[in-house]
């Protein structure tokens, strides 16, 4: 009795088993695939209006493909391109390119540490200047994914002021590409024997070439591939940010894109001197003002006050220098400060605690009669 229960269990068993495998399996009507959604027209990276925001037609939702757009990034692999998508004027998602010259596990790595989630939900405006820190383990490459999100942002902000320029709705200010340096100058022991301090100044602007020169002089990268700049920094910790100060407001100057982000457009060179106004402070003469802050992050050295100071200062003496014998190369009069107002200056660029402005040079070209040099 209980052999013959147990088969008829196990049979009935069987049979549903049965039933439930040809309800799966039987053939059924498709149901009608929905219409794929309209993909959006591909565009260049720097087409006018495709920022979302840039006018009346842009779109909701833009994809911007990095490759070719930082040719000077490269990891250890090779190029490092990634997509950056944009949702409503703010980045939705940063994600590798496919394909890429770095492997699987390192994606994984920047993933974990969470590189690809630093810019999502920032305006592209925020975006495009955000401080993101390299990952410790894969810092070369992972600056270079860095480098390849802030020229995709770059490249869309470019478009969108493009295309205000264009169609008259531009507003004062904004974001400003310079050109490639020219790397022109005289010889070196020509321009170490001009070198000088001068503090008299015309107030006619640099061009945007003279600026580039300038900057790329100061502390460029020299070695791309490598990551490395014209002036050396202690354990190459890279730790100073360029601030140039203008008329016009104060950039931060990025170099690997050679771009000048606007941080405020008010004018913060009388910050720089020693006077607070007037005509007798050449600060508010000449036409730029580089300010020399140092980010207490990069350069890690927290448990080590007085070798962050030290090194602070040697290695923006260094930058300094790079300056002084660009502008003796180029015809241009420089000086270097100390007598700036740093909490004053912090307050304006809204520097985080971790940052602080160290010096400043004052930069421009000669007063109509020149000036008498000092050592």
Known sequence: MKAANFLNLLLATAVVLLC?????????APSPAPAPAAAPAAAPADAPGTEPGAGPEAADRLVIDSTGLAPHARGFGGPVPVEVEITNGAVARVSPKMPNGESPMFFEMLEEAGLWNAWNGLPVSVAATARVDAVTSATYSSKAA???????????????????????TGTAGGDIALPPPS??????????????????????????????????????FNRPDAGKRTAPTAINRQEIDLYVCRADGAFLWDAEANVLRLVT?????????????????????????????????????????????????VDCGFVGQNVYL???????????????????????????????????????????GGAAANP
């Open 265 to 313: 457009t008010n004018d913060l060179r009388g910050l720089t001197g020693r006077m607070r106004d007037g005509a007798d402070n050449f600060a508010l003469v000449a036409p730029v003002a580089l300010v020399y802050v140092i980010d207490k992050e990069r350069q890690a050295m927290q448990d080590r006050p007085e070798d962050a100071a030290k090194y602070a200062s």
């Open 326 to 368: 660009h502008c003796a190369a180029a015809g241009l009069h420089t000086v270097f400060l100390g007598s700036l107002r740093p909490d004053e200056i912090a307050a304006a660029l809204a520097l985080p605690p971790t940052r602080f402005a160290l010096f400043a040079q004052t930069v421009g070209k000669p007063a109509g």
């Open 183 to 220: 790397r022109d100058a005289m010889p070196l022991g020509r321009a170490l024997e001009a070198r000088a301090t001068h503090r008299e100044f015309s107030s006619e602007p640099l061009s945007s070439q003279e600026l580039s020169d300038l900057l790329w002089a100061a502390n460029g």
């Open 146 to 168: 860095i480098a390849n999100v802030r020229a995709a942002l770059a490249s869309v902000s470019s478009a969108r002021r493009r295309a205000e320029a264009a169609a008259g």
């Open 20 to 28: 439930a495998k040809l309800h799966f399996v039987s053939p059924r």
